[in-house]
C-alpha cells in the first residue's frame, strides 16, 4: 500500500535551514520510480522542486539549486529535503509525491501532474 507523510515544516529567519521528512511505506520507495518534492505559495501553480530516481539519481530545479538536497534513508523509507539559505520565496506548503508507473523524460520528471501519489503537505514559512 502507498503512502506518504510529511514533516519538518516551520518558521524560520531567512537564512536559515529546515529539513523536511516524508515518511512512507517499504513498498513505496522501493517500488516507485520517481520520488520528489514539490511546493506550492497561496496563489501560485504547484512547482517541482526535487527528484530522485529509483536508483538513487536525483535533480534539483534551478531555483533551489545549491540551496536544497534532496535524499533518503538506507532503509528506503524515509525521502528528505535538506533546505539550506532559506529566502522568503521559498515559503509554500511542501509536499512529496511518488510516480510509480513508467519512465519519464527528464523535462516532465518536476511536472505535478505525472505523480500519481501525494501526502499530504508541510507548511514552511520563511521570514524576513
Known amino acids: 500500500q502507498v503512502w506518504l507523510v510529511e514533516s519538518g515544516g516551520a518558521e524560520v529567519q531567512e537564512g536559515g535551514s529546515l529539513r523536511l521528512s516524508c515518511a512512507a511505506s517499504?513498498?513505496?520507495?522501493?517500488?516507485?520510480?520517481?520520488m520528489s518534492w514539490f511546493r506550492q505559495a497561496p496563489g501560485k501553480e504547484r512547482e517541482g522542486v526535487a527528484v530522485?530516481?529509483?536508483?538513487?539519481?536525483?535533480s534539483h530545479a534551478d531555483s533551489v539549486k545549491g540551496r536544497f538536497t534532496i535524499s533518503r534513508d538506507n532503509a528506503k523509507t524515509t525521502l528528505f529535503l535538506e533546505m539550506n539559505h532559506l529566502r522568503p520565496e521559498d515559503t509554500a506548503m511542501y509536499y512529496c509525491?511518488?510516480?510509480?508507473?513508467?519512465?519519464?523524460?527528464?523535462?516532465?520528471?518536476?511536472?505535478?501532474?505525472?505523480?500519481?501519489?501525494w501526502g499530504q503537505g508541510t507548511q514552511v514559512t520563511v521570514s524576513s
Open positions: 509525491a511518488v510516480r510509480t508507473s513508467s519512465w519519464l523524460h527528464p523535462v516532465d520528471r518536476l511536472r505535478p501532474t505525472e505523480y500519481n501519489y
Open positions: 530522485m530516481e529509483r536508483d538513487g539519481t536525483t
Open positions: 517499504a513498498y513505496t520507495l522501493t517500488t516507485s520510480r520517481y
